[in-house]
């Protein structure tokens, strides 16, 4: 039955979530420069709440809020440029002892924002922001709120926001370019206000965080699809060659389950990558896979008979190729699923997951990656 299929998805979802980890980002700015606006905006609504969490030290003013492959460090109670001491020792602390930690206990990455249109940024945001360079972290400065005028493939900000940029960058300070990373967060349908900047200031973080994270990262965000399915590529790619090397000898095709264990973990970590949830990603894996039989070789046997040649596969045998292509094949065509039901675009009239047409899509996108296989010489 489909439940063998689900409850070992189930394992390797599990598993999948703990080996990616967990993306830190501490947030800093005054009070009421939209902070939390971004956050949401970024990661998801009510992901700013999580930044009040637990104290990161005995005693600190510094609060970790985590879910799942996200924390968030943020300050509790203190003002930038009016807390300084306590904060920056609070986070020389916190720095210090997490370098002892597993790296998804480390920070990875610090935004520093700063609302443009309010038309100063002080000495004292400029020497914060060179002493968390001095702790070793990487410093992105984000300027929130900024109007600005779309024309095309053109952007021009507002004549304020432009001017406060040029004064920070006479600064010399140690942040990502020696630049500002412009946002706005939230569309204002009043005003005609667009969202824009945050895939940007997205690829700025990829680019300071360390590798071992960006899975976590891009699992996390939500505005830079193109970076999720590069991690799924980067899935698709392990598991196809862990495929070519379990036929490196090639295997009788009744042997065909031994490759589904490494099919199963790709599937689970891509879903994760796109943030499924468990029991919708197992449905969804059944349902692309037609996976309703005993055993793992169910698997195997429906999606070979959608490849031309599939009757000589049968009855031989399955080599390195033929198993690295298939799970590649399979790869994609589960990405392709997983991006279309994020993007709402399976599910029926009644807003329930369209099995029948998720099911199409897969076997779809599936045909279209295998070409022709023959039976191994």
């Not at 033929?322 to 399979?330: D, L, N």
């Not at 392709?336 to 599910?347: D, I, M």
């Amino acid at each position: 039955m489909a439940q063998w299929f689900i409850d070992s998805f189930r394992t390797e979802f599990d598993r999948q979530a703990k080996s990616i980890g967990r993306f830190n980002l501490a947030i800093f700015g005054k009070t009421g420069v939209g902070k939390s606006t971004l956050l949401n905006a970024v990661f998801g609504e009510n992901v700013a709440p999580t930044g009040i969490g637990e104290p990161v030290t005995k005693g600190s003013h510094l609060y970790l809020g985590h879910r799942g492959t996200l924390g968030i460090v943020d300050t509790q109670g203190l003002e930038v440029g009016k807390d300084d001491k306590v904060l920056l020792s609070d986070l020389d602390k916190m720095v210090k002892e997490s370098r002892k930690r597993p790296l998804s206990e480390q920070v990875h990455a610090t935004w520093y924002c700063v609302r443009p249109m309010d038309r100063r940024f002080e000495e004292s945001e400029a020497e914060f922001i060179r002493r968390i360079d001095k702790l070793g972290l990487p410093v992105i400065m984000v300027f929130t709120q900024v109007p600005a005028r779309i024309e095309g493939e053109s952007i021009h900000y507002h004549p304020d926001a432009v001017a406060l940029a040029r004064h920070v960058e006479t600064l010399g300070l140690p942040i990502l370019g020696g630049r500002l990373f412009m946002t706005n967060a939230v569309r204002d349908e009043f005003n005609g206000q667009s969202v824009h900047g945050l895939i940007e200031l997205m690829q700025a973080t990829f680019h300071v965080a360390p590798e071992a994270v960006h899975a976590a990262l891009a699992a996390s965000q939500q505005v830079d699809l193109g970076a999720k399915a590069r991690e799924a590529g980067k899935a698709i790619a392990t598991a196809s060659a862990a495929s070519a090397a379990a036929a490196a000898s090639p295997i009788p095709f009744s042997d065909a389950a031994m490759l589904v264990p490494i099919q199963l973990a790709m599937m689970a970590r891509i879903a994760q990558i796109y943030q499924l949830k468990l029991e919708r990603a197992a449905m969804l894996a059944v349902a692309s896979t037609s996976a309703a039989t005993v055993g793992g070789r169910a698997v195997f046997t429906n999606l070979i008979k959608l490849i031309p040649g599939a009757g000589t596969v049968a009855g031989g045998a399955i080599s390195a190729g033929i198993a690295s292509t298939f799970t590649f094949a399979m790869g994609q065509a589960w990405t392709t699923v997983c991006q279309q039901l994020v993007a709402g675009r399976l599910k029926g009239f009644d807003g329930v997951m369209d099995a029948e047409a998720v099911q199409d899509l897969f076997n779809t996108e599936f045909k279209k990656r295998v070409p022709g296989i023959r039976k191994q010489d």
